[in-house]
């Protein structure tokens, strides 16, 4: 069974660069997969980000898209998000995820809380 | 963006009941709709995939219909471990979105 790990920081300081991790305990290679972030914030629905494949192919969600960037390292089994300019609204928490097209998630990480404030 | 909207927001039940969750597209999505169920603290779980397929190692318990932009999700007999929150979420178009979640309680 394949696990996913978020990795970042809790908190981080409004207008500051969010970087997050996503550790896979598999390859990340495998090109029917594709490699998800969405996020919750607290009572809201969940939002999808965006989706990274290893071909480095993206699709972003347009209410984010200028501020965002996904990428892999396959050698180390990680994909990444990094978000610019945050605000209170980026405050959530996040998952990464994996995907197949067909089914959508198939597995996702327990998720990290980000908290925007200074 | 396509809206998903669920129904109801809240089911309370108890065990052995049948349930049925609703989830309705603002468009059109053909059968590109995935439900999930979360338990409080833990990472959401795919129950079933385009819109009927269930996933390996869920209960047959579980059971997903509709098609177009009306969807159901429904649980023949429920179990303790089922009180959970369960969302759907269509991947027809991007930006993929979301429900936002019905929580099953005990009665």
């Known amino acids: 069974q394949v696990d996913l790990q978020e990795s970042g920081p809790s908190l981080i300081k409004p207008s500051e660069t969010l970087s997050l991790t996503c550790s896979v305990s598999?390859?990340?290679?495998?090109?029917?997969?594709?490699w998800t972030w969405i996020r919750q914030p607290a009572g809201k629905r969940l939002e999808w980000i965006g989706r990274?494949?290893?071909?480095?192919?993206?699709n972003y969600n347009p209410s984010l898209k200028s501020r965002i960037t996904m990428s892999m390292d396959t050698s180390r089994h990680q994909f990444s998000l990094r978000l610019t300019s945050v605000t209170a609204a980026d405050t959530a928490v996040y998952y990464c995820?994996?995907?197949?097209?067909?089914?959508?998630?198939?597995?996702w990480g327990q998720g990290i809380l980000v908290i925007v404030s200074s | 963006d396509i809206q998903m909207t669920q129904s109801p927001s809240t089911l309370s039940a108890s065990v052995g009941d049948r349930v049925t969750i609703t989830c309705r597209a603002s468009q059109t999505i053909s059968t590109w709709l995935a439900w999930y169920q979360q338990r409080p603290g833990k990472a959401p779980k795919l129950l079933v995939y385009?819109?009927?397929k269930l996933e390996s190692g869920v209960p047959s318990r579980f059971s997903g219909g509709g098609s177009g932009a009306e969807f159901t999700l429904t649980v023949s007999r429920l179990q303790p471990d089922d009180f959970a929150t369960y969302f759907c979420q269509q991947y027809s178009r991007y930006p993929w979105t979301f429900g936002q979640g019905t929580k099953v309680e005990v009665k």
């Open positions: 598999d390859s990340v290679s495998l090109s029917n997969y594709h």
């Open positions: 385009e819109a009927s």
């Open positions: 995820a994996r995907g197949l097209e067909i089914k959508q998630f198939d597995r």
């Open positions: 990274i494949y290893v071909s480095g192919n993206t």
